[in-house]
């Protein structure tokens, strides 16, 4: 069983930056590809970033150039660096793990929420304009 817990997430103006963290425990972090998805109010929730095994790594295309994705795997953490913040990046995020440690070198695969089998509670992040 895998536990994900997010943090970092908060209250930052347009233009601004935050870092998530989410920290893993229970099986060997390494073997998961990690992902970062946001869900907004009434919103569905949508991909935003994810990580493999190998360190490939995928955008969405609304935070590709703003957002990195990186991971930590001798600290079981996937961080989430969001900069140069908009508004329309409010939302709550999620951290995912796919433990099947999938890489994607064609389609878009990485982007589905089925895809992920462990996810954390979330943190909230808030851009004021």
């Known amino acids: 069983q895998v536990q994900l817990v997010e943090s970092g997430g908060g209250l930052v103006q347009a233009g601004g930056s935050l870092r998530l963290s989410c920290a893993a425990s229970?099986?060997?972090?390494?073997?998961?590809?990690m992902g970062w998805f946001r869900q907004a109010p009434a919103k569905e929730r949508e991909f935003v970033a994810a990580?493999?095994?190998?360190?490939?790594?995928y955008y969405a295309d609304s935070v590709k150039g703003r957002f990195t994705i990186s991971r930590d795997n001798a600290k079981n953490t996937v961080y989430l660096q969001m900069n140069s913040l908009k508004p329309e990046d409010t939302a709550v995020y999620y951290c995912?793990?796919?433990?099947?440690?999938?890489?994607?070198?064609?389609?878009?695969?990485?982007?589905?929420?089925?895809?992920?089998?462990?996810w954390g509670q979330g943190t909230q992040v808030t851009v004021s304009s």
């Open positions: 995912a793990a796919d433990s099947q440690g999938r890489t994607w070198y064609s389609g878009s695969g990485y982007s589905k929420v089925t895809v992920y089998d462990y």
């Open positions: 229970g099986p060997p972090f390494s073997r998961y590809t």
């Open positions: 990580i493999s095994l190998s360190g490939a790594t």
